[in-house]
């Protein structure tokens, strides 16, 4: 079959929104004192083109007709274009690129408001963005749900909205620029870094090692790439195990990079009070993440016998 180009225009409109509010911001705040790193710009625009590369492309047609495909766009959606856009910590410069009307009249007092402090409260708090990052692919890969968003299109859509929430969410709250308190701690990224590593885990393990289809649906659209049902789905399940854990291990070198810059900052001569303090404030820090680190260890082994168990059991 030759897929056809999809058309959405209410995703299209949003991006070239997006594009025109980060490049208006941009050019406002070009004389400012701190300067975007061009990395910054290219974070965005390639995090932009990832979900267009998911959602506007061949890839969403073919997705209908291949489990592995369907994975690669989840990749796209859920992981690869929240890291790149919260990457490039965009918010100023898109608040700064509305139209003065819309910002000063809407959107300031919307954020201002109780209900959307309520609202990113919950949904950023470390637990719950890590949770719904790994509960949602969980849900949506249950088979009755699964096969019933390929075949209904209002259903397809909520799937890819809730990944791609949740993933935004997770991601801007790992890779918040404020510290603590305003963000989480960095120990806090961390363990939510390996908990997504983790939570793969699982996951791509059952779907790769088990023994029964578990979505006919591929088949009754028509399968791709001439795999069978069941190598197709092992397939996808290597997508979910290998690629999507890589995703979550770059944020997680991103997050002790930038942790080992705040700890330099920190304890710089002239922020204590004494050459001993600074060593003492550094071993203290270094004690902390030793343990958290010796914790993320221990959740690996859990996942690594999570496997083995589910190796066993597998129908």
Known sequence: MTPDWPLSPGLLTGVVIAAICYV???????????????WRHAGFFTGLAALLIA????LDVLADHSFTLHQFQHLFLRAIGPLLLMLSVPQALLIAGMPEKLRMRVFAPLL????AGVFFGFFAHPFVATFLLLAVPVFWHLPGYH?????NATAHSVMHVTM???????????LD???APQGASYGTRIVMSWAAIAGNIPLGAYITLKSAVLYPVYGENGRMLDLSAMADEQLGGVVIWSPGSMVFAVLLVVVIRLWGMQEQQLNRPGQCESAGDAK????MANRRMGWRLAAIAATVGVGVAMVAVLRQFLP
């Open 112 to 115: 201002a408001s109780r209900a």
């Open 164 to 174: 791609f929430v949740s993933g935004m969410f997770f991601f801007w709250r790992v």
């Open 280 to 283: 003492l404030s550094l071993a």
């Open 147 to 151: 096969d019933l968003s390929v075949r």
């Open 24 to 38: 208006r911001g941009w050019l406002e705040q070009r004389s400012s004192t701190t300067a975007v790193s061009p």
């Open 177 to 179: 620029p404020r510290p």
């Open 55 to 58: 959602l506007q492309s061949p």
